[in-house]
């Protein structure tokens, strides 16, 4: 049970880094606390609807902005009041905090600006989505780990602790299957 | 987790949909109240993976309960909100406050939601709750219709002027808040909202319910009625949970208010928002 002690103590110092860099917030920590047996990938689940409208806003954006006979700054605001609120609703404080810079750049109607900042929010959503990826398959990948260690533990009632060789393999079958064993430095 | 049937006796009988009440589905570790409602979720969400969506829309009444209905016990609450991302945190957050929850993307949709309750209200002669809505939390920025027009449509609307409704809004603006309590906003939140805005608010407007559920109590007694005895009397599938389930005494637990009839459990029955007042207070 040690590796899986070991998983989940990187996970924790994951997330925690997450909080340190500001990517996150505690409205993320609130809402990792909405989970439960019934709905163990409700973070999960909501970042990923995020991810989506975070896209196409910024895909909308971007377009706006190219617009040669002239930008229509009111549809971009919208686009950054929305992606303001869900950003804001599920913690992801770096991607809100651009949207409120470049709030002040499309409300002077400054194109250039506004191209910058757009590229900014890109940068910081990218960033947000690899890291919050990532410590989805760690999580998934120790509560997998957990539950095959629970089965085996529950058939070998009077085996020995579970040996260190099939601890690699179940860590090297979660890496084939696409899961990730961050190492934290 | 165990679920057993209570009222049907026969665990054999599981499969017959008609012999099962699903809201006495209880389990025999009853510390929380709040895994009584997800399991029930959780049973109608598997009913409905495998293709039960069907067979519930067509035959919604089960053993004479409409399963839609709102719980008598549960508050239900219609969400409106423009984004999805927050639609899914606030019928989250309510969920897990033991609510019902009808999220729909704008004031419109609500709108449509409430009207289309009045006409179920008005064929339900045997005072049988519709879809009767206890509170309405909306957005205040939304495209067409904002969260302002539709406090004012419902306050404007003799039916249901008297549910409460709560706006949010991610901008903190003294004005904009004040506009809304004079319209007659119940509260305002401002985003992004928590568990403890959520709790707030459902505490408080199960207080409510239970205070004119008192109050029509008391109203009843005067008249005579004795609204225990006459559901006593009615139909074996009550939808009280077994008594095994930690319940203090309490007074009848937040129902609906409008109609005399309407049923409701036992009083030894403690409403799940109840038990999650209580829980916290401990």
């Known amino acids: ?185 | 987790v165990v679920i057993y049937a209570a009222g049907s006796g026969d665990v054999s009988d599981l499969t017959a949909p008609s012999s099962i009440d699903l809201r006495s589905v209880s389990l025999l570790d009853s510390d929380h109240s709040l895994a009584q409602v997800s399991l029930f979720d959780s049973v109608v969400s598997e009913m409905a993976r495998n293709g039960g969506v069907a067979w519930m829309r067509t035959t919604e009444k089960i053993g004479g309960y409409d399963l839609s209905t709102s719980d008598t016990e549960e508050v239900h609450v219609l969400a409106v909100d423009d984004s999805l991302v927050d639609r899914k945190v606030i019928e989250r957050l309510l969920r897990i406050s033991s609510c019902k929850v009808t999220a729909v993307d704008s004031g419109r949709r609500a709108l449509q939601y409430l009207g289309l309750d009045e006409e179920i209200q008005k064929k339900e002669t045997n005072g049988f709750d519709g879809l009767k809505v206890d509170l309405i939390i909306t957005d205040y920025c939304m495209p067409g219709m904002t969260g302002y027009e539709l406090l004012k449509k419902v306050k404007e609307s003799s039916a249901f002027r008297e549910i409460p409704v709560v706006i949010m809004s991610s901008e903190n603006v003294i004005a904009r808040i004040d506009r809304c309590l004079e319209e007659g906003a119940e509260d305002f939140i401002v985003k992004p909202v928590k568990l403890s805005d959520v709790k707030r608010i459902i505490d408080y407007t199960t207080t409510e319910l239970r205070e004119g559920e008192q109050r029509e109590g008391a109203r009843a007694k005067r008249r005579g009625i004795n609204k225990r005895k006459q559901r006593e009397g009615d139909d074996d599938l009550s939808s009280s949970p077994p008594s095994t389930l930690s319940s203090s005494t309490s007074s009848s637990p937040s129902s609906s208010i409008q109609s005399a009839t309407a049923p409701s459990s036992p009083s030894t029955l403690d409403s799940p928002t109840r038990r999650l007042k209580m829980t916290s207070s401990e």
């Open chain 1, 1 to 185: 049970m040690d590796f899986v002690n070991q998983l989940q103590r990187k996970f924790i110092d994951y997330s925690s880094s997450l909080h340190r860099e500001g990517i996150v917030d505690d409205q993320f920590t609130q809402l990792r606390k909405l989970e439960d047996e019934n709905s163990p990938h409700f973070v999960m689940e909501v970042a990923s609807l995020f991810f989506e409208d975070c896209e196409k806003l910024i895909n909308n954006m971007a377009i706006a902005l190219e617009q040669k006979q002239g930008v229509d700054f009111k549809q971009i605001e919208e686009c950054i009041h929305q992606l303001k609120g869900s950003s804001s609703s599920i913690g992801a404080m770096r991607v809100k905090n651009a949207c409120i810079a470049f709030r002040s750049f499309s409300g002077a109607q400054n194109r250039e600006g506004c191209l910058r900042c757009l590229q900014q929010l890109s940068h910081e959503y990218s960033l947000l989505k690899n890291k919050l990826q990532t410590l989805f398959r760690v999580s998934v990948a120790s509560r997998c780990l957990y539950v095959c260690l629970v089965i085996f533990c529950r058939g070998n009632e009077h085996a020995e602790p579970f040996p260190d060789v099939l601890v690699f393999q179940l860590e090297k079958q979660i890496v084939a299957a696409g899961g990730s064993i961050p190492r934290v430095h």
